[in-house]
T-cell receptor
Framework: GENVEQHPSTLSVQEGDSAVIKCTYS??????FPWYKQELGKGPQLIID?????GEKKDQRIAVTLNKTAKHFSLHITETQPEDSAVYFC????????????FGPGTSLSVIP | NAGVTQTPKFQVLKTGQSMTLQCAQD?????MYWYRQDPGMGLRLIYY???????DKGEVPNGYNVSRLNKREFSLRLESAAPSQTSVYFC???????????FGPGTRLTVT
């Protein structure tokens, strides 16, 4: 069936460095790719998303890139801060199907002060 | 505007007991979802409701039932809890046209 792979599963960076999380998806009909941040004890929160007609999107220190041909998309966080420490989930979905939101297994990011 | 709320926050059940997890949203969203989260497995969809009056199975529906009580509320019922249902359960709602999901804070359920 459809799945989303995510790497790495854990990532540790020094404060101020960049962090990159990569995902691949199998459903070629996917056209919406959100990223969620989950802090300890809380529910996931949408931080950025990208649609299939766009190759890159930025929001302050966060950027997402999409390569539809290779079925890859990535999250880039620059100038990391301790408050960026959390679990990050990528997901892929078809905007025509309410149930086809497939989540990756998550990446635990630790930013060391 | 509370967003998505869930009750209870924590629950311990014995095998065979039943319980209902409650979820409500005040954002006037049409679609609502129940997920379970297990270590290393991301979020898996249990049931969803695309609109008031409809419910459909997701990836892992066995052992669960749902009720879309009205536009605001979507409950998840475990009729006979099993240890395999130990998990963290999240409710979410979505604006249909934008496909952006908003999650509640979760219910941590332990079945012994």
């Amino acid at each position: 069936g459809e799945n989303v792979e995510q790497h790495p599963s854990t990532l540790s960076v020094q404060e101020g460095d960049s962090a990159v999380i990569k995902c691949t998806y199998s459903d070629s009909a996917s056209n919406y790719f959100p990223w969620y941040k989950q802090e300890l004890g809380k529910g996931p929160q949408l931080i950025i998303d990208i649609r299939s007609n766009v190759g890159e999107k930025k929001d302050q220190r966060i950027a997402v890139t999409l390569n539809k041909t290779a079925k890859h998309f990535s999250l880039h966080i620059t100038e990391t801060q301790p408050e960026d420490s959390a679990v990050y989930f990528c997901a892929a979905s078809r905007k025509t199907s309410y149930d086809k939101v497939i989540f990756g297994p998550g990446t635990s990011l630790s930013v060391i002060p | 505007n509370a967003g998505v709320t869930q009750t209870p926050k924590f629950q311990v059940l014995k095998t065979g007991q039943s319980m209902t997890l409650q979820c409500a949203q005040d954002m006037n969203h049409n679609s609502m979802y129940w997920y379970r989260q297990d270590p290393g497995m991301g979020l898996r969809l249990i049931y969803y409701s695309a609109s008031e009056g409809t419910t459909d199975k997701g990836e892992v529906p066995n052992g669960y039932n749902v009720s879309r009580l009205n536009k605001r509320e979507f409950s998840l019922r475990l009729e006979s809890a099993a240890p395999s249902q130990t998990s963290v359960y999240f409710c979410a709602s979505m604006i249909g046209s934008l496909f952006e999901q908003y999650f509640g804070p979760g219910t941590r359920l332990t079945v012994t």
